[in-house]
Each structure stands twice: as structure tokens, then as C-alpha cells.
């Protein structure tokens, strides 16, 4: 945790080196003022450790032994309980990543928060749906591991694509039009850059509670698709051994 900490403080004053300097150049850079560039630099940052872009499921290696034979035998869904314990993970990093990181760049850069509760209340809301459907995401790209031999490369090519396209390099709102189209029709702005909108205040009202339906519509997506994945896997899957 100190290691993704400093780690998180470290690229979080390089981000915010460039970025800040965007804005003073150009005062209509995406929208962004210095108080709400820095916000969305360091959430972006806080909530890099409850985000499932690099997190490695268990399941990748059950599948690769075969011992996600025994799992379908439990009296419990596979998805959910990986999703569960995952969440409590990702939920004990907002305290010694999240929350100091942030704290660094109010003391430092300054940052432009919402002041009133309402921004809070439905941003805690999307920060759970944004975990879940990160973490979601990640777990249908593993069980393409039932087909392949090696997710290795599925894997990293997620990350690659998901890190950029949610918004973490750059915010999506400074995308040219036919790519942030296209980010959008993918769920990986619902993982980073929803939250860090609606808890910014930088998405209210009835834009902010769409934000959060968008994700809510990519988690119920991400549900069925790894409940096929695992159906179809249960039917592929072959364990050899005494």
C-alpha cells in the first residue's frame, strides 16, 4: 500500500505538471479550470488502486489447472464470489491510497470540490458500480482463458486499451468527437471517468444520475456476458489427472 501510494504521488505531480500547464495556456482546455483539472488528476490517481486494470483474478490460474473444476461444485456462483472478495479488496485501498493521494493534491495544486452532499452521496454510489464493473470487465477477458491457452496477451491488451479509453492518460472530455464516441460505446469511461465526474461535480443533476445509469447498464451487461462465458467454459472445460 505505501508503495502504490508514493507510486500514485509520484505520476500524480507529473500529470499535473502537464495538465496544469495545458490549462493555463488555453482557459477553455475541455472545460477544465486548474481547481477541476486538478480534482479529476488526482481522483483519477486516488482510485487507481481500487480499479481492476491491473488486478489478477484467481480464476486464470484455476482454469489454467483445472481446479475451477471444484469451484463449479460449490453451492455459490463463481462470478459473484470472485466479484465480492474483489470489492472488499478494492474498497480497503481507497483508505491508504485513495484518500491520502487526494489529500496531497488539495495541500499542493488545490482542488475544486463539490459543497454540497449530493455530489458525494451519488458519487459513492458510482465509485461502487465503477469498481464492480472494472473488475467485471477484467473477469470475461479471463475466461477466455477456457478457449486459450494463455490470457496473457488478452489481458494486457485490456489494460492498454481500458487505461486509455476510461479516461486515465487524458480526460475523455478532451477526445476528439469520433473518439470519444467510441469510448463510450465501450464500458471502460463507466470505470474512471464517471465517477471522477459525478464526485468532482463536474456532471450534476439529471447528467450526473444518467452517468450513473450508463454504468448500471454496463454492469447488468458484464453480468450476463461472464454467466454465458461460464456456462459455455463448463461445457468446454476437459481436467485430466488423478
Request: some cysteine.
Amino acid at each position: 500500500m505505501a508503495a502504490g501510494l508514493i507510486t500514485n504521488v509520484v505520476f500524480g505531480f507529473v500529470r499535473a505538471a502537464v495538465l496544469m500547464a495545458a490549462v493555463e495556456v488555453n482557459p477553455t482546455f475541455g472545460g477544465y479550470s486548474e481547481g477541476t483539472i486538478g480534482a479529476y488528476i488526482w481522483l483519477s490517481q486516488g482510485l487507481l488502486g481500487a480499479i481492476a486494470f491491473w488486478h489478477l483474478p484467481d480464476i486464470v490460474g484455476r482454469i489454467r489447472t483445472g481446479d475451477i473444476a471444484i469451484d463449479f461444485l460449490r453451492p455459490i456462483d463463481i462470478q459473484f464470489a470472485h466479484t465480492a472478495e474483489y470489492l472488499g479488496r478494492a474498497t480497503c485501498t481507497l483508505i491508504p491510497r485513495g484518500l491520502p493521494s487526494i489529500a496531497v493534491g488539495a495541500l499542493t495544486f488545490g482542488l475544486a470540490f463539490p459543497n454540497t452532499p449530493g455530489p458525494y452521496v451519488l458519487g459513492a454510489i458510482s465509485l461502487l458500480l465503477a469498481m464492480a464493473v472494472s473488475f467485471l470487465s477484467m473477469f470475461a477477458v479471463c475466461l477466455t482463458g477456457f478457449w486459450l491457452i494463455e490470457t496473457r496477451g488478452m489481458r494486457a491488451l485490456h489494460m492498454i486499451l481500458g487505461t486509455f479509453l476510461a479516461g486515465l492518460f487524458a480526460p475523455v472530455h478532451l477526445f476528439p468527437d469520433w473518439l470519444r464516441m467510441l469510448a463510450y460505446a465501450t464500458p471502460f469511461p463507466s470505470m474512471l471517468q464517471s465517477p471522477i465526474d459525478v464526485l468532482s461535480g463536474r456532471t450534476t443533476g439529471l447528467d450526473a444520475v444518467q452517468n450513473v445509469a450508463v454504468q448500471c447498464f454496463w454492469l447488468i451487461a458484464l453480468v450476463v456476458l461472464g454467466q454465458l462465458m461460464l456456462r459455455a467454459g463448463r461445457r468446454k472445460l476437459e481436467v485430466q489427472g488423478g
